[in-house]
Structure formats: C-alpha cells, structure tokens
C-alpha cells in the first residue's frame, strides 16, 4: 500500500512534466506532414510518430530542468521544486529521450537524420535561451517546423513524392502559429500578456492552406469549414487573453486552447490533398488534446 502511495504522486508528476496531454497535436503534426507528401500512412509515419513523441516528451523534461530555479519563485508546485522528482532524474530522461529520438529518425530514413539532430539541438538551445529571449517564440515554432520537415524527408525517402513545397509551406505555418501561442505562453505565470498584436501569427495556417491550394479558384468546403473551426478557437483564445485582467487563470486557458487549436491548424493546411480526413484528424486531435488536458495540465 505505501509503495503504491508513493510510486502514484512520482508517476503523476512525470506525466506533468511531459505535459502528455499536448502529444495528440504532435500526431496530427506527423500525419499531416505524412499527407502533404502524398503517402500517408505507413511504417516510417508510425517511427516518425514515435520519435517525435520522445522528442517532445525530452524537451518538455529538459524545460522544467533548465527553469526549476525560476519555477521555485513562479510556480514552486511544478514537480522539480516541490521535491517529487529531481533534476538529475530529469535531464537524465530528457537527454535520453532527445538522443533515442535522434537515432530513430536515422534508422527510419538517413537523409532525415540531419533533420532529426537539429530538432534535438534546436529543443536544447530553446529550452537553455528561451527566458527573456525576444526570438523564443520563433525558435519553439521552428521545433514544430522541424517536426514536419523531418517527418516529411522520413515518410518521402525512396519514394517519387513530390511534396517537399506543401511541406515547407505547412512548417511555415505551423512555425507562425506556434510562435504566437508561444508568446502568449511566456507570460502565464504573471498571467497578463502585455502585447496582443503577436497574436497576428496565429493567421498562417489560413494563408498556408490558400498557398497549398495553389491554383484553385474555389475553396473546398473542407478547408472552409476547418478554417472555421480554427478562427472560432483562435478567436476564443484571443477574448480569454482580453479577459486576463479580471479572470484569474485566463491566460492559462487561452494558452491550453491555442495549444490544441494546433491540430485543427494541422488539419487546415491538410485540407488540400485529404479534405475530410484532415478535417477528422484536427477535430480528434484538438478534442482529445482538450480532453487530456482535462487530466494533465497542458501548460
């Protein structure tokens, strides 16, 4: 009975140190760069999968690591200062995940492997520079950049895909639309965001999904109706953040929404070459992201 009291706290504060309850929006991540390639679905999209969860899992450890001397002034409930679990434990796990990741990519396609360092790289170099860095934002929205790139190389290699443009295309997007919900995320813990007009970053996956389509001269009503579902969550986010004065905890919601708004945005610039399907896969991602959250604080 003891040991399970005590492995329940230690298990929990692990899965709060993930935040687990993000990784849907790194699956629709994968799944949309796998069909912006033109394959889909298929062995090397499971190993990338895989890899990018480790990779986000790493860094979110190596995030609370890094900060725990700050988090013991901010938020001394996070697991590191509150004595659950150590930082050697963490780093120890969080570099493990990074490399483990690293070497899967690699094994799943060598010509992603460069791809796959330089996410790990470009993890740690965040999570070491991140605190009062103006260019923060944009360096975790490159992480989510690289998920796709990498990702895409991995599923595209041997093959005759020619998807290379959606796919930038896409992480650019992506990069944007972290790089905004980043911004606001910096300041959670003083729960104010002092300015809103970063927020114009969470518009890329509109402008991405309109470049994909190329030459169409209508929009498909996939893309419409999840283009709609992405300013609708956008657009709540944005009024919990104007609320933020005199609704404690509202920056944390508005951050959690825009969080798993990233599946929807996954879905939108998907639209393209999987219509419905990419509009299933944001609505199961952005719901079982908000679910989990539900269970494990995503921010």
Known sequence: MTAISLAQPRAAAWLRLG?????PTVWTNVWAA????GIGWSMAT???AIAMTMMYVGGMFLNDAFDHRIDVVERPTRPIPSGTVSVRSVLIAGFALLALAALLIATTASAAAPFGAALALLIVT????H???PFGPLLMGACRALVYLATGVAVAAGSQSSGSGPIMLAALGILAHVAGLTYAARTEAFDRVEWLWPLLLLAAPFV???GIAGSATTLSLATVVAGAMLLAADVAAVQWLRRRATSPGAVS????LLIAAVSLADGLVATAVAEWTAVAVGIV???LTLALQRLVPGT
């Open 19 to 23: 935040r687990v309850s993000n990784l």
């Open 34 to 37: 796998a069909a912006l390639t």
């Open 46 to 48: 499971l190993a990338a």
């Open 126 to 129: 965040y999570n070491l520079f």
């Open 131 to 133: 605190k009062q860095n």
């Open 208 to 210: 991405v999904s309109l």
């Open 253 to 256: 919601r508005a951050v959690s």
């Open 285 to 287: 991602g952005f719901g």
